[in-house]
């Protein structure tokens, strides 16, 4: 099976702008999370989906926001963006729930100008 | 409020057998994952624990004690390649999604 792929790898944007990150799933895995992750940090949970509906949302501002289309590929997208934004965007797939085991993806590399 | 803590770095001897804690503090309890990073890498999973006990899978284990609110991951056998940061992760039986500790840098010297 195909692992997690995460579109694109490397991204520069300037501050104000908006970003859209892709994500395709494992096949047959119907949960998609979401987490930034800046150095020395943890995880941050962003938000989960689950058969296109959001399941939960993190503790992050309005100006990021996701979705999830039919054959489980979520994107999320981030408006307005800040200097702070800049962190790595990790996507991770589960079967079923989002609190099972996590398969992740390589991440997207957002660099904000 | 909801919280994991797990030593921020943690050195040892290759060959050598290390130990890192993890203590949480959340509502409600499912289960205690273990996932491991290494730099530039995308977290992969290590091991599960739901009940109290240990889990063995080759060199590393999980111990949980869930009177205790804590769990450990033990790593024996040390060898270059373990170095990476571990993360501790608990999922609750209230929502989807899991709760991670700010994770352990593993620096192994040979």
């Known amino acids: 099976k195909a692992g997690v792929t995460q579109t694109p790898r490397y991204l520069i944007k300037t501050r104000g702008q908006q970003v859209t990150l892709s994500c395709s799933p494992i096949s047959g895995h119907r949960s998609v999370s979401w987490y930034q992750q800046t150095p020395g940090q943890g995880l941050q949970f962003l938000f989960e989906y689950f058969s296109e509906t959001q399941r939960n949302k993190g503790n992050f501002p309005g100006r990021f926001s996701g979705r999830q289309f039919s054959n489980s590929r979520s994107e999320m997208n981030v408006s307005t963006l800040e200097l702070g934004d800049s962190a790595l965007y990790l996507c991770a797939s589960s079967p079923a729930s989002g609190a099972d085991e996590q398969y992740f993806g390589p991440g997207t590399r957002l660099t904000v100008t | 409020g909801q919280s994991l803590e797990q030593p921020s770095e943690v050195t040892a001897v290759e060959g050598a057998i290390v130990q890192i804690n993890c203590t949480y503090q959340t509502s409600g309890f499912y289960g205690l994952s273990w996932y491991q990073q290494h730099d530039g890498g995308a977290p992969t999973f290590l091991s599960y624990?739901?009940l109290d006990g240990l889990e063995e899978t080759g060199r590393f284990s999980s111990f949980l004690s869930r009177s205790d609110s804590y769990g450990y991951l033990l790593l024996q056998e040390l060898q270059m390649k373990d170095s990476a940061s571990y993360f501790c992760a608990v999922s609750q039986d209230s929502n989807y999604q899991l709760i991670w500790g700010a994770g352990t840098k593993l620096i192994i010297k040979p």
């Open positions: 624990n739901a």
